[in-house]
């Protein structure tokens, strides 16, 4: 596995690379130090997760997500901020990236965060969760209203966490199907990643206590 850490902070870049070094057995690790840099290192070394902080000397870490992501709409890129804000973490997450944790948390939060992107999942720490949940906004009803009941089932079943072959398996549909429909519901409510659907249905409100989670592999099915 390869891993690209990218913070303006050297110190911070080397106590990511050791910790996940040392757990992640056969793990190599890219550094860069802007966020023009790490578009140039994910161009030549293709790493399977970004590391990503947000406040980067020149482009943002946010604007370099979105160029990476034009590089690679699939690049599964980690946030990992000081920044816990709820319009910080949608705006990350609507830029493509795959996870948002903060800096405060724990070695173990980053590990989890890593393991859940190398599986495709989407992995946004607890306490952000939180923080999402409670920034509920009325104008997601009317865009919800939009989904017939099928749609909106498999809306549900997404933001719970629930993978493409345990929505498939629920529903008695394909994952082909499960992945059509993830599609159509991304059309239909103007979003652009899976990360974005699912902060979408905390913000609406669609579940009220809801656990750590992945969904993003969804897509790929």
Same mark, same amino acid.
């Given at each position: 596995?390869?891993?690209?850490?990218?913070?303006?902070?050297?110190?911070?870049?080397?106590?990511?690379?050791?910790?996940?070094?040392?757990?992640?057995?056969?793990?190599?690790?890219?550094?860069?130090?802007?966020?023009?840099?790490?578009?140039?290192?994910?161009?030549?070394?293709?790493?399977?997760?970004?590391?990503?902080?947000?406040?980067?000397?020149?482009?943002?870490?946010?604007?370099?997500?979105?160029?990476?992501?034009?590089?690679?709409?699939?690049?599964?890129?980690?946030?990992?901020?000081?920044?816990?804000? @709820?319009?910080? +973490?949608?705006?990350?997450? =609507? !830029? *493509?990236?795959?996870?948002?944790?903060?800096?405060? $948390?724990?070695?173990?939060?980053?590990?989890?965060?890593?393991?859940?992107?190398?599986?495709?999942?989407?992995?946004?720490?607890?306490?952000?969760?939180?923080?999402?949940?409670?920034?509920?906004?009325?104008?997601?009803?009317?865009?919800?209203?939009?989904?017939?009941?099928?749609?909106?089932?498999?809306?549900?079943?997404?933001?719970?966490?629930?993978?493409?072959?345990?929505?498939?398996?629920?529903?008695?549909?394909?994952?082909?199907?499960?992945?059509?429909?993830?599609?159509?519901?991304?059309?239909?409510?103007?979003?652009?990643?899976? @990360?974005?659907? +699912?902060?979408?249905?905390? =913000? !609406? *409100?669609?579940?009220?206590?809801?656990?750590?989670? $992945?969904?993003?592999?969804?897509?790929?099915?």
């Amino acid at each position: 596995m390869k891993i690209l850490i990218v913070d303006d902070h050297a110190v911070v870049r080397q106590g990511y690379a050791s910790l996940l070094s040392g757990m992640l057995e056969g793990c190599e690790i890219a550094e860069a130090d802007t966020g023009e840099a790490s578009v140039e290192l994910y161009t030549q070394q293709q790493p399977d997760i970004v590391i990503m902080d947000i406040n980067l000397p020149g482009i943002s870490g946010i604007e370099a997500a979105g160029r990476i992501r034009e590089i690679n709409p699939q690049a599964r890129i980690l946030f990992f901020s000081m920044y816990d804000e @709820a319009s910080v +973490v949608k705006h990350a997450l =609507d !830029a *493509g990236g795959m996870g948002y944790i903060s800096k405060s $948390g724990s070695p173990k939060v980053l590990l989890d965060a890593v393991a859940a992107l190398t599986r495709g999942e989407v992995f946004i720490e607890y306490d952000l969760i939180m923080k999402l949940a409670s920034s509920n906004n009325k104008e997601h009803e009317d865009r919800l209203r939009q989904l017939t009941q099928r749609e909106y089932e498999v809306f549900v079943m997404l933001v719970k966490g629930e993978s493409t072959q345990e929505i498939a398996s629920h529903l008695d549909i394909s994952t082909k199907t499960v992945s059509n429909y993830i599609t159509l519901l991304k059309t239909k409510l103007g979003i652009s990643s899976t @990360a974005a659907l +699912v902060h979408f249905g905390i =913000d !609406a *409100g669609v579940i009220k206590l809801p656990p750590r989670f $992945g969904a993003a592999g969804s897509d790929n099915s």
